[in-house]
């Protein structure tokens, strides 16, 4: 493939998260514009699902923060560049951002970075850090409230030289498409988890980290059960530990606290995560601290699924209150059990409504093809 354009992304691990799956959609549409793609990482589960023939994939291990390492990557790098004759360089990540910065430096390549996240800093040496996803000629923010953010604390950093903009994240609408799950499907999974579709399922997704709210959640079903005197749902928190044993270990108590183990499930994984979205009833979005963009509350949206999620964050953005999804006052026990309660009680054309209204919304703004059009226009205007 000839052309032009050769753009090399850099990430860590291409896992399921919002920075890996990104990387992976913009690295698959830049071969059906004629742009090589390329794509540098140290493994991860979404790479058995690359295609080859159209994106080369270079292991290297860009996931540490090892000085040594990173001078190493850079080293690495720089002969990557020069051997491909690689137009941009996107990090997607502060580690591989430094060894990609230098890259660049040396090679006089352009340099692009997305800004995925808040990344918390407590003292100068955190947040110089954390400036390297500003040190680029383009700063993409995934959400409005990431570029406030970048702009409030960075802006030291910021020049007329660099471009600083909002580039949504988007999902593919096509997978996360309710029609295109099939009954049978559906209760192999509900047997797997061990629930009878006798009632309402409430889905909360998302790693088992404190910062996620499983615990106001927990507490929320609680008030819930207490409003209505007894239990009207099953709930299903769904996320791995990711090694935080004694976190989980709390939840399991603060279940077993309110007698609810009949009640909550904690699943570990899902492999597919439209087909959880789509036996559920309704999806919650818990987090106490901002999330970057949110990706949960636009999933469900896409699925038809009524979704309340804190008022804080991406979610202010994706969601429009009381039409495509519900928002409560985050760290809200009794904000949140307030939202079940009146989506518990809504009827099914209401339900409906708010479910189509939902993935038009998704589809008009959050769409993976808007986003990796967006990305690629940037990288030519970037080159010309």
Known sequence: MSSNLKVLQVIPKLGYGGAETGCYDVAHYLPENNCESFIVTSGGELLKFIDKQKVKVI?????????????????????IILFNNISIIHARSRA??????????????????????????????KKFYNSVMVRSHLIIAGSNFIFSHVKENYSKNLSANKKLMVIFRGINVDYFDSSTKIEIDEKKLLKKWGIEKDKKIILLPGRLTAWKGQEVFIEAVN?????????????????????????????????????MTGQIRFIDH?????????????VVSASIEPEAFGRVSVEAQSME????????????ET????KTGFLFDSGS????????????????????????????????KFNVEKMCFSTYSEYKRLIN
Request: proline share 3%; glycine share 6%.
């Open 59 to 79: 292991r290297l291990p860009v996931h540490s923060k090892n000085p040594l390492l990173i001078i190493i990557n850079c080293v690495a790098l720089v002969g």
């Open 270 to 282: 899902c492999k597919d995560m439209a087909l959880a979205y789509k036996v559920s009833d309704i």
């Open 305 to 316: 699924k009524p979704i309340i999620a804190s008022n804080i964050g991406g979610s202010n």
């Open 96 to 125: 591989p951002a430094w060894s990609c910065l230098l890259a660049t430096k040396i090679t006089g390549r352009k340099f692009v970075t997305t800004f995925h996240g808040t990344y918390n800093f407590k003292n100068i040496l």
């Open 223 to 259: 008030l819930v059960n207490l409003q209505l005197g007894y239990e009207a749902f099953h709930a299903v928190i769904l996320g791995s530990d990711q090694g935080r044993d004694l976190y989980k270990k709390k939840l399991i108590r603060l279940s077993e606290q309110y007698r």
């Open 333 to 364: 026990a009794k904000s949140l059990s307030q939202k079940i309660l009146k989506v518990l009680t809504m009827d099914e054309t209401s339900l409906k409504s708010i479910g189509i209204e939902g993935r038009k919304n998704i589809i008009q």
């Open 319 to 322: 969601i429009v209150d009381e």
